[in-house]
């Protein structure tokens, strides 16, 4: 491979990432005048400020939720649509209970035939107005609502249904899957978000998803969807209302954009911040997939697929039944290029048509081209055998030792060398400011920092080995790992086989040809075409994690390891440098800011029974040092229902009645007891709590639902954990069946601090701001049901 050959293969592989990295941005918004078929964010954003008003939190059972539902059916009325209020209580497995009011709506269809539904949240956490999770759903719903209504009647059923309480334990889809009309629907488009803004991705789908992932593809104008990463999202444990509906039976895809993932669940979740791009994206992909399924229809699931965007302009699939057979293509190729170098005869330097090819550093025309073999210090670099064009020289026998160390190289020293450079990078920032925590307010700095310093070290030992085995052998190394990976994942993590399958086949079919130089070329740039835009895509996923980012950094120039033989010490230096001005920035960026806020509730909690009280700090992000100097703070379980270790100290007491059990019944049953009786919390409580000792419960039923006591949530000493959000005034009935007479702790919590909190609340950085359930005042006492 001639050094032109090279370079010309190492920027189109560096141009590939670049140009899917830019590409995996959301578009710009359309404007409020768009054709009335087409989506539009700009009307998307004045629905939602509508709906949002004076952008007060909204939590399931609160007033703000019920006037906001109220904003919802007068707008879906105006789009000449009869809501449905569906009201009921619903309880999760794990304990959280809630009263919620789901919304449904039915669009007919031409035809009969399973209906798609359209789902979204209406509700917010306590902590933030919610615009992005989940009142962007709820205002793209009605722009997609109103963008299918102006093409006619559509030719399959249509229903729509915005859920409550899926902040609170994804209550309202647990609702609606019992619902009556639940049973209708076919297939689910659920729209959702973590953050408020990013590529808006198709993230989640169910299993045989072929038919699904085909409407998508034939929709989206600019597709992004991996199924690496259903892959990574169903190993993580988290869910959507879209997981409750599969779980009934219902095929489905999830959309959600991520980015600014610190405004999550914080009042900066809000309409200044919302991305209007973001909203753009994801309502762009949702109409054109409902368009698609409305008009294909819904079949049973059958097969899934494999499948991942280019450049956000295609969708790449095939069916997952194809995995293997591709995988072991890709790695017959590669094989059968690496046989038959390593059965050249020694000496036998002809050219296909049987003229001499002179020297093993010649051009085409025979003329010596000087150093083409040769490392950076001019010595000869074995195995380097290539004609100008790049097409290897027949005869030129491969080492075994060689084409080993390229791969192990490519496997393990590239990613091994790039986790430490990202690690070296981050440690030094930290060094040199502070440590840099996993969701740092400027990601992106922090991003470059540690890729930068991954490079670095990855480059540095990728170039070393390639300069040594030559660019054949080190060609033949990599595909050959990335080959083998391809049938591991095909056969243990089907949706990641993508990214390996198709850089391997175009780099094996290359290989076989004997054009090293185009393997690197064509397998390198679809290589980085995929690897890089999923980097940042898994920053946003998971945090700021040095190791991981450094290791796929690493891995990713692995694939073009045979093009950066004497080329190393520039690219290092030039590398060094920019890792040398992100690590600069990264210094300077703080870990929070206004706009990116570090997370802080100051409650306050009494025990009704004692007479003491205490303030506690909730916090992920570490007491703010300022906070209150002088304050005795305390480490320890501070809440009666969490295990978790937080800072307390004393606190004034305040006047409170507090929560309540009024029993109506006791029964003794042999050895057992069945209590009957009502829970109530105080006027306008967030939430009220039951911390039952372990042994103690039997069977559990509150508000008419059945809870298993083994799938409750787990407190301090294996205690069970009940918790009922938005709890109604009249009360909630209970039927417990007991053994023994221990006593329960009860507890309610109301938004907001007492007046004894005044000072540290005033004391709290404006950096740092409520999250989750936000403040809160917390009053518990003892009952023996």
Known sequence: MSPRVRIAALLTCVSAGALALLRAGPPAPRPADAPAHEFSALRAHARLALLLADEAPHPVGSAAGVALRGRLVAQLRELGLSPEELPAFSCSEYGSCAPVVNVLVRVPGQEPGPALLLASHHDSVPAGPGAADDGHGVALMLELLRAVLADGAPRRPLLAVFTDGEEAGLLGARAFALHPAFAEVGAVINLEARGTGGAARMFETSDGNAALIAAYAAGAARPSA?????????????????????????QGLGFAFIGGVRRYHTPRDDLAHLDLGSLQHQGESALGATRALLAAGITPPAGNATYADLFGLFLLR???????????????????????????????????????????????????????????????VPGDRSSASGAAVPGDRLRPRALLAAAGSALLLGPLLGAGGAYAALWLVGVASQPVPLWPGSPTIALLAAAAGASVGAVFGLAWVADRVGARAQALGVWLVWSLLAIVAAALMPGASVLFIGPALLAGLALVCGRDGLASGLGGAMAWALWVPLIPALVDALGVNAWLIGALVGWTWGAVAATLIRVRSLLVSGLACAAAVAGLLAVRAPPFDLDAPGKLNILHVQDLDEGAARFVLDTPDGVPKDLSPGTAWQEGPSLPWSTRALSFTPAPAEAAEGPSFTATGSEARGELRRVTGTLRARPGARSLYLVIPAGALVSLEIGGRKLDPEQLRRGPDDARVVVIHGPPGDGVPMVAELRGAAAWTIADALTGTPASAAALVAARPPERVPYQQGDLRVFLRKITP
Not at 227 to 250: C, P
Request: glycine share 12%; no cysteine.
């Open 226 to 250: 991996h199924s690496l990463s259903y892959e990574v999202y169903r190993r993580l444990g988290n869910d959507t209302d879209l997981s409750v509906f599969k779980r009934a039976g219902a």
């Open 318 to 380: 095939w069916p997952a039944s194809l995995d293997l057979v591709l995988a072991g293509l890709a790695l017959l190729l590669t094989v059968g290029a690496a046989w038959r170098g390593a059965r050249s005869v020694p000496g036998d330097r002809s050219s296909a048509s049987g003229a001499a090819v002179p020297g093993d550093r010649s051009s085409a025309s025979g003329a010596a081209v000087p150093g083409d073999r040769s490392s950076a210090s001019g010595a000869a």
